[in-house]
């Protein structure tokens, strides 16, 4: 099962507005991750937020953590064209460090030029 | 770094044949992973190695197996290939296993007819 659920599963936006994302994940998490993926391609890490943290940034990622709604979100400000992708949270499974992760079903995101 | 890479890029399969699928994580990682993708199911964990050791497996049958080899480089197998196979399957390397960033392959496309 789905540790991670996404919303809204696909947004469409224009060129230059700002995009937001919601993750909702079950249980006591060590980080949460993001990551984008092209159509079909593979995976690329975006952010990731550890538990003791509430907010991120890179470039123009956000990423907000509010362990008591379990809950994270991110956001994409100014967005272009290219951000087109789909994204993804993820959180490790489990309280030790095995490699697992456990990922929403993702966002669709589409930036009309 | 060069980044992780997975060979073949695409296979067609016919149900019952077994493949084998490559992957080569970036250099001093030590922990590699597996995924399988489909449009259904999302990304599902399959397994991951730490030098050369399964820590954690997947809920999936016994037809997908996996060993990690002393250079770090993985591959997985997977016997008497049914057609629900078909999927995009994805190997990601990291540092420490789920409590770092992992870094995706580009993938091995693989179809079963």
Redesign the interface.
């Given at each position: 099962s789905?540790q991670g659920e996404e919303d809204p599963q696909a947004l469409s936006i224009q060129e230059g507005e700002n995009a937001t994302m919601n993750c909702s994940y079950k249980t006591s998490i060590?980080?949460l991750?993001w990551?984008r993926q092209n159509s079909?391609?593979?995976?690329?890490?975006l952010i990731?937020i550890r538990s003791n943290e509430r907010e991120k940034h890179s470039g123009r990622l956000r990423v907000t953590l509010d362990t008591s709604k379990k809950s994270s979100s991110l956001l994409i400000t100014a967005s272009r064209a290219a951000d087109t992708a789909s994204y993804?949270c993820?959180?490790?499974?489990g309280s030790s460090?095995?490699?697992?992760?456990?990922?929403?079903?993702?966002t669709t995101l589409q930036v009309k030029p | 770094k060069a980044g992780?890479t997975q060979t073949p890029r695409y296979l067609i399969k016919t149900r019952g044949q077994q493949v084998t699928l490559s992957c080569s994580p970036i250099s001093g990682h030590r922990?590699v992973?597996w995924?399988q993708q489909t449009p259904g199911q999302?990304?599902q964990?399959l397994f991951?190695y730490?030098s050369e050791t399964q820590?954690?497996k997947?809920n999936f049958p016994g037809r997908f197996s996996g060993r990690q080899f002393s250079n770090s480089r993985s591959e997985m197998n997977v016997s008497t290939l049914e057609l629900g196979d078909s999927a995009?399957y994805?190997c990601?390397s990291?540092l420490?296993?789920?409590?770092?960033?992992?870094?995706?392959?580009?993938?091995t496309?693989l179809t079963v007819t």
């Amino acid at each position: 099962s789905q540790q991670g659920e996404e919303d809204p599963q696909a947004l469409s936006i224009q060129e230059g507005e700002n995009a937001t994302m919601n993750c909702s994940y079950k249980t006591s998490i060590n980080n949460l991750q993001w990551y984008r993926q092209n159509s079909g391609r593979g995976l690329v890490h975006l952010i990731l937020i550890r538990s003791n943290e509430r907010e991120k940034h890179s470039g123009r990622l956000r990423v907000t953590l509010d362990t008591s709604k379990k809950s994270s979100s991110l956001l994409i400000t100014a967005s272009r064209a290219a951000d087109t992708a789909s994204y993804f949270c993820a959180s490790p499974y489990g309280s030790s460090n095995t490699g697992k992760l456990i990922f929403g079903q993702g966002t669709t995101l589409q930036v009309k030029p | 770094k060069a980044g992780v890479t997975q060979t073949p890029r695409y296979l067609i399969k016919t149900r019952g044949q077994q493949v084998t699928l490559s992957c080569s994580p970036i250099s001093g990682h030590r922990s590699v992973s597996w995924y399988q993708q489909t449009p259904g199911q999302g990304l599902q964990f399959l397994f991951e190695y730490f030098s050369e050791t399964q820590r954690n497996k997947g809920n999936f049958p016994g037809r997908f197996s996996g060993r990690q080899f002393s250079n770090s480089r993985s591959e997985m197998n997977v016997s008497t290939l049914e057609l629900g196979d078909s999927a995009l399957y994805l190997c990601a390397s990291s540092l420490e296993g789920g409590w770092s960033e992992q870094y995706f392959g580009p993938g091995t496309r693989l179809t079963v007819t």
